[in-house]
């Protein structure tokens, strides 16, 4: 229940979203032991109400890693009038980041044009920041790429604050912070996956083999 990407947390965070499907299971006569934690903080919450079935140090800031690009994409999918065809042109700034900070790679290639809805695989599936630099540089306004990264992450900001995110501030459009305050808790990264999870896109592409 916990996908690859939340695993690339490094052990910081943890959390489990559990859906009445998944918890339709036939009880065994005895009740297994409860696995080992060794994560700093972890949830696990009830994906059909929100309700918390497990806490612990669930609401202290941590740095979120790669679990961003579950925001990244939130932002992009929930843009009005969005054009999953849409083409956008691979930079070889993308690429020379991914390089620079020895980053994941959806292995893009400049001058490629994929088109949206295989940047948000290329991002989500590999953990591709080359794939999300591109999204961000997309859909975020401004004139320079710099100026577009950074509207980006304002939208990023302002969705955690609607979704009452009280303790999650994000730096970063795909979890490399250049200032080490690219921060959440478990139970905001909980509240996000679960919102992300309404979305039928996201679950599409997020249960991709």
Known sequence: MISNLMRRAKGALAVTIATGALLTATAPAQAAAVPALTAAGAIVID???????????????????????????VVVTSLPDLDLDQKVTVKQEYLDYVYLKGASSAQLKAGATPTVRQLLYGMMLPSGCDAAYALADTFGTGTTMAARTTDFIAKMNAKARELGMANTVFDSFDGISPTGNNLTSPRDLAQLTRHAMT????????KTT
């Open 47 to 73: 994906g059909a109400n929100g309700t918390t079935l497990m806490a612990k140090d669930a609401d202290t800031k941590r740095p979120m890693a790669s679990t961003t690009k579950i925001m990244t994409a």
């Open 199 to 206: 979305s039928p896109l996201f679950q599409t592409l997020v």
